[in-house]
């Protein structure tokens, strides 16, 4: 139901209604100008051909030495979208089964779906602090499962999962020659250190993008660190699927990277603060929620509400919420990105906080 | 073998070696001025967000205009390989076959594979100039089918289906209840006219681009036309997979449909010379082929070549192309595309029949 809130919004907009969209992870701020000159750049220099299907030969470099892997490791995508989709379609089309903690990140069930895989879910809630349990981790592998799908920090909750917990997993895993994937594209802007599952010594799958670190969503650029075996067959899928990421775009990822830390440090700030200013809101409005360690997300909890409905009565109200239903089993619950200005944000979480109470 | 051959090309290209790059279709020739322009306001206007995963509606709408039909019956996608990808796999996932015309674009048949998907191909020869014999067609359809793909006009051999032939598929088509998706991307620039799938009133799948229209083939964006319940399962596909055409890039489209007579007149007007040039060299060196209807390929013949050796040993000379049996069982042929400058390309042409003939 996340995307059919996302595209009633934008036809809201298209309307001229004013909408503020807390529905989907697209934050307010604009890519900085240095990227965008970067692409001008490369757009008047010609760089718009065909190109190599697994990334411009600079950019999976700088990204190999970012990473402490060879570029032959990397290949670049779509968006991490296009990581997860390409890894998922290339492990799970001729069957098997995906195992995903949730509450999770839409896509990974839709993509499940649309692959008739099995997507074998377990539950963690907010109570536990959205803690997997290990021993039911395990229950849930069988000979027919493919892929562990691991989102560190998370969407929807932006918990960082406690390295412990990691460990055990990637252990289970290890033991029962699974590969995990793990989705990290909040790491590099998480309030707290978040442990990359490239910090294990093991045969797994990262997969990361520029959208969320460089603001740079509507580009859509991400990659995945693999073994090369996986590296070249994602590569050849996307000879036949897309051809190549822009060039003009992968220009303008790699002057990106020169500016992480300036970059990434601006956005920390700014989002811990509306995360605070969320934080103090929803706990007066008696809202129960995880204190979010990484942007954009908090999933609050009412007792008794009908997130899908909700959503869609306040939508009418000008604000766009993500129902919780779109990540599991949580109808209780809905997500908030803190993805607009700060007096809009201010405004619409006093008006979630209100409807909530109605 | 075509990819291979590409990736090889690109590495050498990175060695600092000059390859005349008869392989694919990427013409020479820049993406016009005010294209690129309009990306650049689009990009520092902020167009860099999310965006809807059925392409921008005014996009969509100028679209729906040029074809006739609603903007409801048209996605954008990243290129048109991603428009016959995501048909492919959204009619091909659970089993069944897809009927091809040979000699084919290598990506129908890869696709097909990737999805385990039987591909029954109907070869199609030069001694009868490549024409479909319609009840060879009608005897590989069986009660599995899914799909016939058409390319009008042909990759790899430019030549433009006889429209009788095609009144005929979509009568076949038609009886069988079966759609057909034609890939028409060189139609707009073909030299002689070419009758859309769009003209007939049946229930079938138009997918093009922008790539060979407005030299725009490193910028990936592309469309479909078709009835709204197959766009619908597009546009879903689109948001699991890649979210959306970068809107900077749709933008910069709709600028260049503006554009579309002065461009396309340009275009055909260039590699009608050069479509010239190359048969009056390939004649002269006795290599059989059959003259282009449209840009950008000849596909000659030469008894008893193997061209997949032929396409190696002329990439250490400095020219790639693409070797015949990457469109099919067509070993004795290779393709050659007329995208390098006048110069450039005669060089290569004449290397080429050099190579045939030692």
Same mark, same amino acid.
């Given at each position: 139901?996340?995307?059919?809130?996302?595209?009633?919004?934008?036809?809201? !907009?298209? !309307?001229?209604?004013?909408?503020?969209?807390?529905? @989907?992870? *697209?934050?307010?701020?604009?890519?900085?100008?240095?990227?965008?000159?970067?692409?001008?750049?490369?757009?008047?220099?010609?760089?718009?051909?065909?190109?190599?299907?697994?990334?411009? !030969? %600079?950019?999976?470099?700088?990204?190999?030495?970012?990473?402490?892997?060879?570029?032959?490791?990397?290949?670049?995508?779509?968006?991490?979208? &296009?990581?997860?989709?390409?890894?998922?379609?290339?492990?799970?089309? !001729?069957?098997?089964?995906?195992?995903?903690?949730?509450?999770? &990140?839409?896509?990974?069930?839709?993509?499940?779906?649309?692959?008739?895989?099995?997507?074998?879910? +377990?539950?963690?809630?907010?109570?536990?602090? &959205?803690?997997?349990?290990?021993?039911?981790?395990?229950?849930?592998?069988?000979?027919?499962?493919?892929?562990?799908? +691991?989102?560190?920090?998370?969407?929807?909750?932006?918990?960082?999962?406690?390295?412990?917990?990691?460990?055990?997993?990637?252990? @289970?895993?290890?033991?029962?020659?699974?590969?995990?994937?793990?989705?990290?594209?909040?790491? #590099? =802007?998480?309030?707290?250190?978040?442990?990359?599952?490239?910090?294990?010594?093991? *045969?797994?799958?990262?997969?990361?993008?520029?959208?969320?670190?460089?603001?740079?969503?509507? &580009?859509?650029?991400?990659?995945?660190?693999?073994?090369?075996?996986?590296?070249?067959?994602?590569?050849?899928?996307?000879? =036949?699927?897309?051809?190549?990421? $822009?060039?003009?775009?992968?220009?303008?990822? +790699?002057?990106?990277?020169?500016?992480?830390?300036?970059?990434?440090?601006?956005?920390?700030?700014?989002?811990?603060?509306?995360?605070?200013?969320?934080?103090?809101?929803?706990?007066?409005? #008696?809202?129960?929620?995880?204190?979010?360690?990484?942007?954009?997300?908090?999933? $609050?909890?009412?007792?008794? +509400?009908?997130?899908?409905?909700? %959503?869609?009565?306040?939508?009418?109200?000008?604000?766009?919420?993500?129902?919780?239903?779109?990540?599991? *089993?949580?109808?209780?619950?809905?997500? =908030?990105?803190?993805? %607009?200005?700060?007096?809009?944000?201010? *405004?619409?979480?006093?008006? =979630?906080?209100? %409807?909530?109470?109605?």
């Amino acid at each position: 139901m996340l995307y059919e809130i996302n595209e009633k919004a934008i036809k809201l !907009q298209n !309307q001229g209604k004013k909408i503020t969209k807390l529905n @989907i992870g *697209d934050p307010d701020l604009a890519t900085p100008s240095e990227i965008v000159d970067a692409a001008c750049v490369a757009l008047k220099k010609g760089r718009t051909k065909y190109a190599s299907a697994f990334g411009e !030969q %600079a950019l999976r470099e700088k990204l190999g030495s970012i990473h402490g892997v060879s570029a032959d490791n990397i290949v670049i995508t779509p968006g991490s979208k &296009w990581g997860i989709f390409s890894t998922m379609y290339l492990t799970l089309k !001729q069957g098997g089964n995906v195992v995903i903690p949730t509450p999770y &990140w839409t896509a990974y069930g839709l993509a499940a779906l649309s692959l008739c895989a099995e997507a074998r879910l +377990l539950k963690t809630d907010l109570d536990s602090n &959205w803690k997997v349990d290990l021993e039911a981790l395990e229950e849930l592998i069988d000979d027919k499962t493919r892929l562990i799908i +691991l989102n560190n920090p998370s969407n929807p909750t932006s918990k960082v999962m406690d390295e412990k917990i990691v460990d055990g997993i990637v252990k @289970i895993a290890h033991d029962k020659n699974i590969m995990i994937l793990s989705d990290e594209v909040y790491s #590099k =802007i998480s309030f707290v250190n978040t442990k990359s599952i490239l910090n294990y010594n093991n *045969d797994n799958i990262l997969v990361t993008g520029f959208s969320k670190m460089f603001t740079m969503t509507g &580009w859509r650029i991400g990659y995945v660190v693999a073994n090369e075996n996986l590296i070249t067959k994602i590569g050849k899928l996307n000879q =036949i699927t897309f051809s190549n990421v $822009p060039v003009f775009i992968q220009d303008a990822a +790699l002057v990106a990277l020169d500016m992480q830390d300036k970059l990434t440090n601006e956005i920390r700030e700014i989002y811990l603060n509306r995360a605070k200013m969320a934080s103090k809101i929803l706990s007066d409005a #008696k809202l129960e929620f995880s204190n979010p360690d990484a942007p954009f997300y908090v999933f $609050p909890k009412y007792k008794g +509400l009908d997130s899908e409905k909700f %959503a869609l009565d306040l939508l009418d109200a000008g604000v766009a919420v993500a129902p919780g239903t779109s990540f599991g *089993d949580y109808r209780e619950h809905f997500r =908030i990105s803190l993805t %607009a200005p700060e007096n809009d944000l201010r *405004d619409a979480l006093l008006k =979630i906080c209100k %409807a909530v109470s109605e």
